[in-house]
T-cell receptor
């Protein structure tokens, strides 16, 4: 089954404690992306990757890091989480051709206290 | 740069009534247009998209949308809604050139009332 898998689904952490949210896709997609979803703001792009070892900033990259060492994986790293990073996070993947469908993971609800 | 406006944050509608969810966009370049749906506690999934050709596009679950270039709109419609259509709906655009990034509106929560 074609899917994008994120882990964990729920996470509560403390300010400053480094964390990683994993994302893996099994569709051999070149393009992967991370979004955060906040009430009244919709989805905003954090980082994206056009292919292995190629990443770039989205609209809200501050406080986040990513890496793309393998085609299937695109982890999101918060080196020093802060309460304003409490949000619902989605990973997505698609073919690199423009206009193609993006496939989304189930989401990770992160709370930073 | 692209931006998407969904004027209605919440739309309540009775079961079997028609519904229209509005979407307007702004872009300095030509764009592709999408509607995604998010059911409770799930990720987003594609409802329909407009790339080119006929301005009326049909999607899954009986939804359709019409692209209007002069009004820069891409409104989503369904002639008769079901309880199972209760969800959040996002309009999105991506440019024909440059990175394959999606820009989303703020979403419209559709609540179908029995």
């Amino acid at each position: 089954e074609a899917q994008v898998t994120q882990n964990p689904r729920y996470l509560i952490t403390v300010t400053g404690k480094k964390l990683t949210v994993t994302c893996s896709q099994n569709m051999n997609h070149e393009y992967m992306s991370w979004y955060r979803q906040d009430p009244g703001l919709g989805l905003r792009q954090i980082y994206y990757s056009m292919n292995v070892e190629v990443t770039d900033k989205g609209d809200v990259p501050e406080g986040y890091k990513v890496s793309r060492k393998e085609k299937r994986n695109f982890p999101l790293i918060l080196e020093s989480p802060s309460p304003n990073q409490t949000s619902l996070y989605f990973c997505a993947s698609s073919l690199r051709n423009r206009g193609t469908e993006a496939f989304f993971g189930q989401g990770t609800r992160l709370t930073v206290v | 740069a692209q931006s998407v406006t969904q004027l209605d944050s919440q739309v309540p509608v009775f079961e079997e009534a028609p519904v229209e969810l509005r979407c307007n966009y702004s872009s300095s370049v030509s764009v592709y247009l999408f509607w995604y749906v998010q059911y409770p506690n799930q990720g987003l999934q594609l409802l329909l998209k407009y790339l080119s050709g006929s301005t009326l596009v049909k999607g899954i679950n009986g939804f359709e949308a019409e692209f209007n270039k002069s009004q820069t709109s891409f409104h989503l419609r369904k002639p008769s809604v079901h309880i199972s259509d209760t969800a959040e709906y996002f309009c999105a655009v991506s440019a024909l050139t440059g990175a394959n990034n999606l820009f989303f509106g703020t979403g419209t929560r559709l609540t179908v009332i029995p």
